[in-house]
């Protein structure tokens, strides 16, 4: 067994190297269980299956919603609305204060409602006297609320990346998070996305500086 001592000795490479080969033996992988497999499967059925319904609905709601319309449900649902916006605003301060993980999702669900607010407002209230004053708000008030609270979200996952990446192991920069496989998936998988960033920027620095890359190499088309 390697005690601190020995661990020390070792260069950051092979202490990197080592961390993968246990991450690899210890860290579960719960998409290669055919259970998860066949779940996912199905949510991504259902999720393309809203998607064409909704596609399809947007068309006939263009088609056949008047231009005007009385609701008698228009107090509540507006007080409702702001209603669940005060509990997604408070669950962030709550969450950043407490140090909690859950932050990143109260942050989307919050930038998300801000947004819908925002659209609403200035939809409805286009062609009034309120426009103004909704599209003043929307410009220095909730917009960028959810801009901000956008970018924080965008912050945490990368550290939150950052750090599962350097408890496996893995050296250098975070790769673009559209580029990151979800958490529970193989070092192979990681390094294969690093691998893929790391030959798109040879490319990037290949074009910029007028050289050829080499064959087989990062710039490689392959």
Known sequence: MLDETELRLMSP???ARLARTL?????PHPRRDPKVRMRRNIAIAIVVGSCVFLAAWIVVLALTLPDRYNSDGWRGAWVGFDV???LALASVAWT???GKQLLIVCLIVSATLLCCDAW???TLDWGTKGFSFSLLSALFAELP???????????LLRLTVAMAMALRG???????????????SGPDEMAGAKWRAARHRG???GAGSGQASTPGGPGSSG
């Open 13 to 15: 490479e092979q202490r």
């Open 23 to 27: 991450a690899a033996l210890d860290l």
């Open 84 to 86: 669940v916006e005060l």
């Open 96 to 98: 950043a204060w407490r």
């Open 120 to 122: 609403f407002d200035l």
């Open 145 to 155: 609320l959810a801009t901000m609270m956008i970018i924080g979200a965008r912050r």
């Open 170 to 184: 893995d050296t250098g920069p975070v790769p673009p998070l559209w580029k990151v496989p979800l958490l529970g």
């Open 203 to 205: 490319r990037l620095a």
